[in-house]
């Protein structure tokens, strides 16, 4: 009676690889068979069929519209104009290469191999699970704030449906005495004031008109929410509701509005703003070179940072949208297409910010210097200035504000689909009630951001700024990078992208895992703790409980990683050297354990590259 065993190899499964052992016996003629599917110990086991994107070009505008930001406008051209215009490239570009886009293709092979969340991906070593966990407590603090951006934006976009925007003189009911037109060059004689007092209809609208900010004393005399920015941040919460209820299904439809819209404003506003008069100025202010610069510790330090908040790193985004790949997708190609999206878009944004910071420079007859700052100071005040000077003001004010909303919106989607997707995928009684567990995410986010639209604001989300993703946000990444690249090793990292993308990363991306990025970050770490200056919004200066609050805040999302550390170790079993192995081991590893084979233990795994 021959016996023959026979295997076939499923060719490009997404999840498990099997293996089909076919016992072919042969007994008066006729064949029995006997088949048996053994799962491959090389690839992560699913217990059910995790949802995927749509189509690629989904994820690839889900993942743009994280990283390409408001801090893409506001942010980035004035940091480049500010340390030595085109010689500020030379560091930013050297960062990007050797640690942006490193930690960006770690970041999604990570998910997109695991397909699990921010927190669940950590099976590769149990006891760094607490990272998971500070990543998505710091995309949760976020957005706490950030939606209060887009109400701001909202708010505008509405005042913009007049024939005379609101902000164009000083003849409305918030403005005060000491409102003119700070550069024109009769207004000492028209007001009789100070230079230091005097300030501009588009200021006075956005802190007295917008924010109410002279009816607050400081952050310890808040004030009501008020019901116009309530209003607008109740319409930012449903349309985010909407957005992320049905997972990347319903995401993945929304961003392609949200992804290219704001596109398509920079090229109409670019082309509007280089016809400027002194746009050319503003421009040549932008991009002369100051090579003796970068002889400046603070200009690389400016890069680095810029570097790690630009591309959206260690929010838990770049993972949880991973999750949703097919196993098989090139996440390789994809790091490399986003990362040069958004580079190039910070850089060509500039051309639009100083086209029209060169026109006003132009018209005040003042130095650029002088008009040029970053933060919501440029969105909200000397752009909205700028635009109420041209023809047909209002049109271009609600272009303008659609862009900012189109830019905020999918940015804030992201922040919330990691905190969905790495809980609900912790948790089964969350994956099984999503829609009403998003719903608690955004109510609950609404009810905090409530303190960031009552009179005194603008100090809460000042504070929330500084603290939320600041050095917690470096920490985190940090730890994630010495997670992937020492602890479960790069050789193990690298084997697993070559089960999905068919090919081992080359020794560069290996180098740069291993030794260059986790050096960058603890530099960065390190410069932003020496660095450290206290919060302040203008001339107010927050008191010692409030930054002593801000440290709490930081601290309570980097207090995850030592925390279940030390649960991890206690509530395993055996010796403490068996508690460290499955501490460290990944947990498709822990047969090996019980048999003594632990490769963390040998030099050999952390010499490997």
Same mark, same amino acid.
């Given at each position: 009676? /021959? ?5 076939? @190899? ?16 042969? $007994? ?18 699913? &217990? ?6 749509? @189509? ?25 104009? @500010? ?39 950590? @099976? ?48 409305? &009911? ?12 009769? *207004? ?35 004030? /009501? ?24 299904? &319903? ?10 819209? /704001? ?98 420079? %132009?018209?005040?007859?003042? /130095? ?93 989300? &000042? ?40 090919? $081992? ?59 279940? *550390? ?10 403490? $050297? ?25 030099? $050999? %795994?952390?010499?490997?590259?």
């Amino acid at each position: 009676m /021959p016996s023959v065993v026979a295997s076939a @190899k499923e060719p490009n499964a997404m999840c498990p690889k099997a293996v089909e052992l076919v016992l072919v016996k042969e $007994r008066n003629g006729v064949q029995l068979t006997n088949s048996t599917l053994v799962s491959s110990p090389q690839t992560p086991v699913e &217990t059910q069929e995790r949802e995927t994107w749509s @189509k690629k070009i989904d994820f690839l505008l889900s993942v743009i519209g994280f990283a390409v930001d408001l801090a893409n406008v506001w942010r980035f051209p004035y940091l480049c104009y @500010k340390n030595g215009g085109g010689a500020f490239l030379v560091p930013y570009l050297l960062f990007m290469v050797i640690a942006g886009m490193p930690l960006f293709y770690m970041e999604l092979a990570l998910g997109q191999f695991n397909r699990e969340g921010a927190a669940g991906v950590w @099976k590769i070593c149990p006891v760094l699970k607490g990272v998971g966990f500070t990543v998505i407590l710091i995309s949760l603090y976020v957005g706490f704030f950030y939606n209060v951006i887009i109400a701001w934006a909202l708010h505008y976009f509405f005042s913009s449906f007049t024939m005379e925007l609101p902000w164009t003189h000083c003849n409305n &009911t918030w403005n005060s005495p000491n409102c003119t037109d700070a550069y024109s060059g009769n *207004a000492s004689e028209s007001s009789g004031l100070n230079d230091s007092f005097r300030t501009t209809p588009a200021a006075e609208y956005f802190e007295r008109g917008v924010l109410h900010l002279h009816e607050s004393r400081g952050i310890d005399h808040l004030g /009501p929410p008020h019901w116009q920015l309530t209003c607008c941040l109740v319409l930012v919460i449903v349309l985010l509701y909407f957005s992320l209820w049905k997972g990347v299904k &319903t995401s993945g439809k929304v961003v392609w509005i949200t992804a290219t819209m /704001p596109y398509v404003v920079l090229f109409a506003l670019l082309l509007r703003g280089v016809t400027l008069p002194g746009a050319m100025d503003g421009i040549r202010a932008y991009l002369s070179v100051d090579f003796h610069r970068l002889c400046e510790a603070s200009v690389w330090i400016d890069a680095a940072t810029q570097i790690c908040f630009s591309l959206g790193i260690g929010f838990g985004v770049l993972i949880a949208f991973s999750s949703y790949n097919k196993f098989t997708n090139n996440c390789y190609r994809d790091a490399i297409i986003t990362t040069s999206v958004n580079s190039l878009t910070s850089f060509s944004s500039g051309f639009v910010v100083f086209s029209f910071l060169g026109y006003m420079a %132009h018209k005040h007859s003042v /130095p650029i210097g002088d008009v040029a700052k970053d933060g919501p100071g440029l969105i909200f005040i000397i752009y909205p200035e700028a635009l109420a000077t041209l023809p047909l003001s209002s049109a271009w004010a609600v272009v303008f504000f659609i862009m900012l909303l189109t830019l905020g919106i999918d940015s804030a989607m992201g922040g919330m689909e990691s905190v969905i997707t790495g809980l609900s995928d912790e948790f089964q009684l969350l994956h099984k009630h999503r829609e009403l567990f998003t719903l608690s995410i955004v109510l609950l986010t609404f009810l905090l951001s409530l303190f960031c639209v009552t009179n005194g604001g603008i100090y809460v989300f &000042t504070l929330l700024d500084h603290f939320a993703a600041g050095t917690s946000i470096l920490f985190g990444v940090l730890i994630e990078a010495i997670g992937v690249a020492w602890f479960y090793g790069v050789r193990q990292f690298s084997d697993d992208i070559k089960q999905m993308i068919g090919q $081992r990363p080359s020794l560069y991306w290996r180098l740069c895992w291993k030794f260059v990025s986790p050096c960058f970050l603890l530099f960065v770490v390190v410069v932003s703790i020496v660095t450290f200056r206290p919060p302040h919004y203008g001339d107010y200066i927050f008191p010692e409980w409030a930054n002593v609050l801000g440290w709490a805040i930081a601290a309570s999302s980097m207090s995850m990683v030592p925390i279940y *550390a030390a649960y991890k170790f206690c509530s395993l079993p055996g010796s403490l $050297r068996e508690k460290v192995a499955y501490a460290i081991t990944p947990e498709k590893e822990h047969e090996l354990v019980d048999s003594g084979e632990v490769r963390q233990f040998t030099l $050999r %795994h952390w010499l490997m590259v």
